[in-house]
């Protein structure tokens, strides 16, 4: 069992994104139950109360827009914001992150980086140093999906997937 965890500012943009086009692609490869994939964020920004707020309707949009959300497993309607805990350090085998400063953000909740857990999403399999577009500011939602499925592609590929099959 491979447990991800993705990782914005606010959880209603780019880790949802990437949450569900994973769960997407794993659908579609017939793995996944093979997964435990989740999406988190470093502030609460988006969350009030007890409840966060939905996905952001641009990123939805752009969710549908691939096909994504029509099935039980990928339906996105009830997602909600949340943020990262301490203890999903242990809960996760890999937190990947849209950004740098999502990562400094993460290790100041979870602690020290002591199991190499902490990655950008983009850095695997090997360092890029560079960020999902953010789509918040820029209102690029396409450039943003186009990012994570990529991040997502290299992912499932370094875990030893065959994604010859994902078109």
Known sequence: MTRI?????????RSPISEFVLKDMVEKLGVKDDFIIESAA???EEIWGA????????????LRRHGIGRTAYTDFSGKRARQITRADYN???YILCAD???IRNVTRITGRDTDDKIKLMLDIPKK???SIADPW???DFVTTYEDVD???RNLLEFLGYDISELV
């Open 100 to 102: 740098i400063a999502n």
């Open 128 to 130: 890029t140093g560079r």
């Open 51 to 62: 409840e966060g707020n939905p996905i952001y309707p641009p990123a939805k949009k752009e």
């Open 42 to 44: 470093t502030s609460t």
């Open 150 to 152: 990529y991040a997502c």
């Open 5 to 13: 965890l993705f990782i914005c500012h606010g959880n209603i943009c």
């Open 137 to 139: 500011y820029t209102g």
């Open 91 to 93: 809960k996760f085998d």
